[in-house]
């Protein structure tokens, strides 16, 4: 069974950073591309960042492009999203998802971690 | 980038109805188009890719179709446990762009 757990979110203050990671099981990790979607509350999905199986190709929405970097370890089976230079509207769930564009989408997704960025 | 237009926001229906919503493409996405189902508080979960492929484990009740730029999710008798948002979302380039929802509450 697929799982994908999602941690470090928090609240951080404006112009603040933070790194989110997601442990995968379940699946061989080092196959498949995998992406962030975010929600913000009472509001629709958003893409945000995807990288390939390798590693080597990583997009981003516009509105993360230059302060949100995605990486991946294989070696622990774990995706990082690293936010810097955070903003009012970056507050949301933050989904980590196995796929991207060249897998049909998002197969599989985990329960989601919070991000509040507040003074 | 492409823009995902999807109608209605949201409906109001009974068990047992049929259910269609619709998404529009500003450009030709193939068959890049999946839809998803969100209850509150839950994760997203995928229902359909390539436009019409049933993901494993869906009831048949559910069916996409379309081409191009306009695609249809179908729910062909309404069910309690249907109540929730559906999402569209195209795959065809980055960035990759969801639908706005609709969220198909009780009548």
């Known amino acids: 069974e697929v799982q994908l757990l999602e941690s470090g979110g928090d609240l951080v203050q404006p112009g603040g950073s933070l790194r989110l990671s997601c442990a995968a099981s379940?699946?061989?990790?080092?196959?498949?591309?995998l992406s962030w979607v975010r929600q913000a509350p009472g509001k629709g999905l958003e893409w945000v960042s995807a990288?390939?199986?390798?590693?080597?190709?990583?997009y981003y929405a516009d509105s993360v492009k230059g302060r949100f970097t995605m990486s991946r370890d294989d070696s622990k089976n774990t995706v990082f999203l690293q936010m810097n230079g955070l903003r009012a509207e970056d507050t949301a769930a933050y989904y980590c998802?196995?796929?991207?564009?060249?897998?049909?989408?998002?197969?599989?997704w985990g329960q989601g971690t919070l991000v509040t960025v507040s003074s | 980038d492409i823009q995902m237009t999807q109608s209605p926001s949201s409906l109001s229906a009974s068990v047992g109805d049929r259910v269609t919503i619709t998404c529009r493409a500003s450009q030709g996405i193939r068959n890049d188009l999946g839809w998803y189902q969100q209850k509150p508080g839950k994760a997203p979960k995928r229902l359909i890719y390539a436009v019409s492929s049933l993901q494993s484990g869906v009831p048949s009740r559910f069916s996409g179709s379309g081409s191009g730029t306009e695609f249809t999710l179908t729910i062909s008798s309404l069910q309690p446990e249907d109540f929730a948002t559906y999402y569209c979302l195209q795959y065809n380039s980055y960035p990759l762009t969801f639908g706005g929802g609709t969220k198909v509450e009780i009548k």
């Open positions: 998802a196995t796929g991207a564009m060249s897998t049909a989408g998002f197969d599989s």
């Open positions: 379940g699946f061989t990790f080092s196959r498949f591309p």
């Open positions: 990288i390939s199986n390798n590693g080597r190709s990583t």
